[in-house]
């Protein structure tokens, strides 16, 4: 009896040595995978502090260099007590600030084109109709050059015995500078 006794002694110890080798190594990789996280966290709070920072103006350590000696741009800026929930609420509240503002200045460009377009309108409507009865008489004196330069030509005269050829080509002259 003593030897059976003994080999499950033996065989319950040999278990429970090989399930606490197990519990160990499961228990090293929790450790491992923990402290694998806390410094993936670190490092992604201090990226969103460093961004944010930048972006809202914190100042830089490079820019003191009595506290901070051989302090580079590499180095950031410092960001102080904040961790990536308050830097980052403070940066929703300079948007929404920010959003606010340019609102309020975009109520008040449209105000001032309302009422600068309303006092504009008959200037602008004057303008237009001078412009298309301009663009009308160009293309008029186009036709008439046109229709006058072969018949002159054909005629072989010039400005001293016809006055209407001087004209023509005041008129040509003008309308290539018009071109130009």
Known sequence: MTDIVMRLREGVWGRARR??????????EGADEIERLRL????MNDEVCQRLGKA????????????????????????????????????????ERLRAQA???????DKLLSHATN??????????RAEAER???RETLRD??????????D???????????LTLMRADLALGEDRA
């Open 19 to 28: 399930a606490d080798a197990v519990i160990q190594a499961n228990m090293q």
């Open 40 to 43: 993936a966290c670190t490092k």
């Open 56 to 95: 809202l103006g914190y100042p830089w350590f490079k820019d003191d260099q009595t506290n901070f000696s051989g302090a580079t741009e590499e180095n950031g800026v410092c960001t102080g007590e904040h961790v990536a929930e308050s830097i980052a609420a403070e940066a929703a509240a300079e948007i």
């Open 103 to 109: 609102t309020a200045a975009e109520a008040a460009r």
């Open 119 to 128: 006092a504009a309108l008959p200037a602008l409507a004057r303008a237009d």
């Open 135 to 137: 663009d009308r008489l």
């Open 144 to 153: 008439c050059v046109e229709t006058w330069r072969p018949l002159l030509a």
């Open 155 to 165: 005629a072989d005269l010039t400005a001293h015995e016809n006055p209407a050829y």
